[in-house]
């Protein structure tokens, strides 16, 4: 229910409504008390199973930022440890590879623009 906040159109705010109306019984007419609708979707979040936590994934630092889309090149094979070099792709995010890979020499050749600093963060 907290996507309703950030959502733009009223085509996805709908179907979301939609969604819990008839999955839980939930109203969102207006005048309806709020508070039992968060409590109803308090005791839903309850019923909900517990997933178990995934391994913690390295997290790569591209242009000194976390959080960007990215995978690892098959051409190098960088591990943990390694100095990285990123290669903005288009719609593909960022291809990490080693620092001294041979097809990112080629591709800085070609596209030194697309070419930008990557590490480890420290926290791996």
């Known amino acids: 229910l907290d996507w309703l906040r950030f959502l733009k159109t009223h085509k996805a705010k709908s179907k979301i409504k939609n969604f819990f109306e008839k999955a839980h019984g939930l109203s969102f007419?207006?005048?309806?008390?709020?508070?039992?609708?968060?409590?109803?979707?308090t005791a839903i979040k309850e019923r909900l199973p517990k997933l178990p936590l995934k391994k913690k994934e390295?997290?790569?630092l591209i242009?000194?930022?976390?959080?960007?889309?990215?995978?690892?090149?098959?051409?190098?094979?960088?591990k943990q440890g390694d100095n990285l070099m990123a290669f903005i792709t288009k719609g593909e995010g960022a291809s990490i590879h080693k620092a001294n890979c041979q097809n990112l020499k080629e591709l800085s050749e070609k596209w030194p623009q697309r070419v930008v600093t990557a590490s480890w963060s420290k926290e791996n």
Request: proline share 3%; hydrophobic share 25%.
């Open 29 to 41: 007419k207006k005048g309806k008390n709020q508070s039992s609708i968060i409590r109803k979707v």
């Open 63 to 78: 242009g000194g930022e976390v959080g960007i889309k990215s995978k690892f090149s098959k051409c190098c094979n960088a």
């Open 58 to 60: 390295p997290q790569i």
